[in-house]
């Protein structure tokens, strides 16, 4: 019998193909580098003084691609997140881009723009408070931006996290 693993669903990078550069990250097409993990350094870089003193705001686009290798759909799939930032002064909020699956989202002149037509942000953590991504298909991948917030006068946090995920179903052979 086959069903959809949780190792089944990657992240990967946007920025085209060649891709390897978190900081590039800004939409574009599906790169072949999957996102590390969970560490909000591995997709932005960490916040300097000038961004601390100030605030910021930063974008980034990756994808979600199902790779079952069993031709599984995985359906109803919601897009959340787990966990918050383990930093106090910071945020994100994520968006399942506005273009249909397999379809190159757009890209962003810097990170400090915002992708047009994303209204949709999501905040909250928990499936419960998610965005639906439809279904993807065995090979099929779908994009997703994630927003990174920085209060004014943040304190200093060296390793700062957050977690977000997708949930969805299948039907197993």
Do not use: C
């Not at 060649?18 to 993990?37: F, H, Q, R, Y």
């Amino acid at each position: 019998m086959s069903v959809i693993e949780s190792t089944d669903i990657r992240i990967y990078l946007s920025g085209g193909a060649t891709n390897t550069n978190p900081n590039a990250s800004l939409g574009g097409a599906i790169s072949s580098t999957e996102m590390v993990d969970n560490n909000l350094h591995n997709l932005f870089a960490k916040v300097n003084a000038a961004e601390a003193l100030t605030g910021s705001t930063k974008y980034r686009a990756v994808y979600v691609k199902n790779q079952n290798g069993h031709g599984l759909d995985y359906q109803d799939i919601v897009a959340y997140i787990a966990s918050q930032t383990t930093s106090d002064d910071t945020s994100i909020e994520i968006a399942v881009s506005t273009e249909a699956k397999n379809t190159t989202i757009q890209t962003i002149a810097n990170e400090n723009t915002a992708p047009t037509g994303q209204t949709s942000w999501v905040s909250a953590e928990g499936i419960s408070n998610g965005q639906s991504m439809g279904t993807l298909g065995d090979g099929e991948y779908r994009g997703l931006w994630i927003k990174r917030i920085v209060e004014e006068n943040a304190t200093a946090y060296g390793s700062d996290s957050a977690t977000f995920g997708t949930q969805g179903e299948t039907t197993s052979t």
